[in-house]
């Protein structure tokens, strides 16, 4: 079953806007983990946020994470057309992650 | 240092028979999980291995199974294949047990087509 659920769905924006990725989840987890994945390929790991964390930086990247709401967000700024890809959280729990439906990125050259 | 890599990257079957798929773990990672991703399932846990021991199985029939190697390199097997098999099975490597502690990593899947 999904961990939860990404908002939005999808998302098209231009090149150069900002881009903001929600994720709500079900369960505790010890950790909240993003990844991007390219049309089918396999998952690129983006960014780690434990469960006593609530912000983490990685470049573009901006995650937040807040575990009284069980949410998290993914900041992408200043995007790319190379940023066009599915985006995806997922809750790091016991010998598991448990994955959000995703949310599919469109950035518009 | 190398990826995770899978093998093949696309299979053709048919239902009824069995598949093997194979994975190779970042090297000095000891543990691997495997995912299968539908669209209509989105992303969901099959297994995972650490030191040869599976440790942890989603919620899949006795069909699928798994195994560990002493070289940390796993092999999933799907007996009887039936068309609902057909999705990109993905297995991830992490330096040790479990997600809870530590970035997993994914290969590039293989691509299964049940017919």
């Known amino acids: 079953s999904q961990q939860g659920e990404e908002d939005p769905q999808a998302l098209s924006i231009q090149e150069g806007e900002n881009a903001t990725m929600n994720c709500s989840y079900k369960?505790?987890?010890?950790?909240l983990q993003w990844y991007r994945q390219n049309s089918g390929r396999g998952l690129v790991h983006l960014i780690l946020?434990?469960?006593?964390?609530r912000e983490k930086h990685s470049g573009r990247l901006r995650v937040t994470l807040d575990t009284s709401k069980k949410s998290s967000s993914l900041l992408i700024t200043a995007s790319r057309a190379a940023d066009t890809a599915s985006y995806f959280c997922?809750?790091?729990?016991?010998?598991?992650?448990?994955f959000g439906e995703g949310t599919q990125l469109t950035v518009n050259p | 240092k190398a990826g995770v890599t899978q093998t093949p990257r696309y299979l053709i079957k048919t239902r009824g028979q069995q598949v093997t798929l194979s994975c190779s773990p970042i090297?000095?990672?000891?543990?691997v999980s495997w995912y299968q991703q539908t669209p209509g399932q989105g992303l969901q846990f099959l297994f995972e291995?650490?030191?040869?021991?599976?440790?942890n199985k989603g919620n899949f029939p006795g069909r699928f199974s798994g195994r560990q190697f002493s070289n940390s390199r796993s092999e999933m097997n799907v007996s009887t294949l039936e068309l609902g098999d057909s999705a990109l099975y993905l297995c991830?490597?992490?330096?040790?047990?479990?997600?809870?502690?530590?970035?997993?990593?994914f290969g590039p899947g293989t691509r299964l087509t049940v017919l």
């Open positions: 991830a490597s992490s330096l040790v047990a479990g997600p809870s502690y530590n970035e997993q990593f």
């Open positions: 090297s000095g990672h000891r543990s």
């Open positions: 369960t505790s987890i010890n950790n």
């Open positions: 291995y650490f030191s040869e021991t599976q440790r």
């Open positions: 946020i434990r469960s006593n964390e």
């Open positions: 997922a809750g790091g729990s016991g010998s598991r992650l448990t």
